[in-house]
């Protein structure tokens, strides 16, 4: 039976007195993990206290079945980790640095150049590698950091916001490259971001934190298997009564201000009943969208969703 | 696994023993001491005086030698538990020397810029780190205090005759011992004002503010008490009673100058307290990530 990735339970942790995961529960068992959240939300700190950087008050946190504060060191062993912010030696040459990161997660000398030089061509500063890393631009060092994450080929790759600084062609290949990863072994992956098209790209379920509870844990995969269709419409006329009928036709409704209704649609409806019913009802269609549910209503929903359960909004 | 091929492959090999892995740092970090002009020239310099001491003890043992320089016997300080202790000094000043050089940048490097995090992010602990920062001094500075004072004593035993070396053998512990607090007092210090002070400069200069400063607060407390307590301030001197009463030196220079000695243990006791304030501040600092009460 294959272990699940990520398994919280009631996590707790507090950072200066500061409660910031309130009792997680959840399970995650996908290769690929998004963590969603606003600022603050906790993100960060779930991916520290994951690798052990802070114990928890209460509850657990493992991954692959380790245990993150009583088995740290067989866990880390598992992990390639970029961090956030900045994490590097400036003086050192950028093939230096990782091989020196390699050597420290236990690849003998000439394996860690062989693979440093390997992971520096294959994230694409291959001419860079022997430039001091404190003279690369931020998508470089971004890039230095995801090489000394995978030179050692961990068996799960932790990105903390992986395309911070980055332009949108440095943006497009890292996440082609973070797909190529995931695709080219059985690596895992717990991607945290706050750009939902980054997650949506690479993960197959997200773990959405607000104010430091889950706001929702939504498998990607099976949403995009539901192939929920929408309609976003712009409306003039009498609202109330056309999405009535619409609903009499097995259609879920929901009216926003200025006429803006969302539809969603069974696939036994076709979109040309939807004009029927608007012309019958003298409701004038300005716009529709045709679309499927996408991570940013699922986002939004999260967040707009309040109250308190075991961790959960 | 050719370079050339642009596509991630997962790491199957062989991987190094998990104890092993903290003298990663010690290599590497001798490997960026090498590349520096002056502190090659700096090591050769802390060397040199043991060569001087070598020829001393050459012509001290060499009567022909002797007769050639038209030098009397008696003119010589005999190789003896004396001469040992002028070693010692010299080179453990030479030590703290080099220690200021070398001890400041060893941890604020990976500091400034958050490195810490990806060491911590293995499977490797902060003691792991620690141990392979202090390796890098220990290693440096016993090459200057104990190593050469011992191929001294070895090459006295060779020279002298009527059994010397038998007489003398007892002197092999002290050295080590008071080497070694003087060796993991001056690394751990350093180690500690690395993880504090970012800049080279000051890092140095707070070294030297660890030893003159509390030294002369020591004596002015001596002036104003009355006593000679606070001379447990000064770490010079706290060493100095060490090295003499565990060489047992019949003309311990202390006390020829009237002053009043702190009790030996007392000496240690300090010493070693320095060393695990030093392992506190160490502790507080080496973390992965900062936390900020409020």
């Known amino acids: 039976m294959m272990l699940p990735t990520i398994e919280l339970e ?16 959840g399970v995650l068992k996908s290769r690929a993990i998004g963590l969603l959240g606003p600022n603050g939300a906790g993100k960060s700190t779930l991916i520290n206290t994951l690798l052990g950087f802070h114990k928890p008050i209460k509850g657990s946190a493992r991954m692959l079945g380790l245990d993150a504060n009583t088995n740290g060191k067989a866990l880390r062993a598992l992990v390639g980790y970029m961090p956030e912010n900045d994490a590097f030696i400036a003086k050192m040459s950028g093939v230096r640095f990782v091989r020196y990161m390699a050597e420290i997660s236990g690849l003998p000398p000439d394996q860690a150049m062989e693979r440093a030089h390997e992971a520096f061509v294959y994230v694409g500063l291959g001419e860079a590698r022997y430039r001091p890393v404190g003279t690369y631009s931020l998508g470089m060092k971004q890039l230095a950091k995801l090489a000394q994450a995978i030179a050692h080929g961990p068996k799960v790759l932790i990105l903390d916001e992986p395309t911070n600084g980055m332009d949108p062609p440095a943006r497009k290949r890292l996440i082609e490259l973070i797909r190529e990863i995931r695709e080219a072994s059985d690596i895992c992956l717990l991607l945290s971001s706050h750009l939902l098209r980054d997650v949506e790209e690479t993960c197959d379920e997200v773990l959405i934190l607000r104010n430091g509870k889950i706001a929702s844990i939504c498998n990607l995969v099976e949403e995009r298997r539901a192939n929920r269709k929408f309609l976003e419409l712009e409306t003039v006329g009498v609202e109330a009564t056309f999405t009535a009928a619409l609903e009499a036709l097995g259609c879920e409704c929901a009216i926003f201000s200025n006429g803006r209704i969302k539809v969603v649609m069974p696939d036994t409806v076709e979109i040309r009943e939807v004009f029927k019913v608007a012309a019958d009802r003298g409701v004038q269609i300005r716009r529709m969208n045709h679309r499927r549910d996408s991570l940013e209503d699922i986002f939004l929903n999260a967040m707009e969703q309040t109250g308190a359960a075991d961790g959960r909004i | 696994m050719a370079v050339y091929k642009r596509r991630y492959n997962p790491y199957t090999g062989s991987l190094t023993a998990a104890w ?3 003298f990663v740092l010690t290599r590497f970090a001798f490997l960026d001491l090498f590349k520096s002009r002056f502190f090659v020239l700096l090591l050769i310099l802390a060397i040199v005086p043991n060569l001087f001491f070598a020829g001393y003890i050459f012509v001290a043992n060499n009567k022909t030698v002797q007769l050639l320089m038209q030098i009397r016997s008696a003119d010589f300080l005999a190789v003896e538990t004396q001469y040992f202790i002028i070693i010692m000094t010299v080179q453990t000043n030479v030590a703290f020397l080099l220690n200021c050089w070398v001890g400041p940048v060893l941890i604020s490097g990976d500091l400034t810029n958050g490195a810490l995090s990806l060491f911590l992010s293995r499977p490797f602990s902060r003691a792991d780190y620690v141990l392979g920062k202090l390796a890098v001094l220990s290693i440096l500075l016993s090459a200057v205090t104990w190593v050469p004072c011992l191929l001294l004593f070895g090459l006295q035993s060779g020279l002298a005759r009527n059994g010397w070396v038998w007489s003398h053998l007892w002197m092999i512990l002290p050295i080590l011992l ?24 000051v890092a140095t200069g707070v070294i030297f503010i660890a030893f003159v400063i509390p030294a002369a ?3 002015m407390f001596n002036a104003i008490m009355g006593t000679y307590w606070g001379a447990l301030l000064n770490l010079s001197y706290m060493f100095r009673i060490v090295l003499e009463r565990g060489l047992r030196d019949p003309f311990r220079l ?12 007392a000496a240690w006791a300090v010493m070693i307290l320095v060393c695990l304030f030093c392992l506190v501040i160490l502790n507080a600092r080496l973390r992965a990530r900062e936390t900020v009460r409020g």
């Open chain 2, 254 to 265: 202390l006390a020829h100058m009237g002053r009043h000695e702190i009790p030996v243990p």
């Open chain 1, 10 to 25: 009631g996590l707790e942790v507090q950072l200066g007195g500061r409660t910031i995961l309130h009792g997680l529960t």
């Open chain 2, 20 to 22: 092993s892995r903290f």
């Open chain 2, 178 to 201: 008071c080497s070694a607090i003087w060796v993991l007092m001056l690394s751990l210090m350093s180690l500690a004002v690395s993880a504090w002070v970012k800049l080279r400069i």
């Open chain 2, 217 to 219: 607060l020591g004596e």
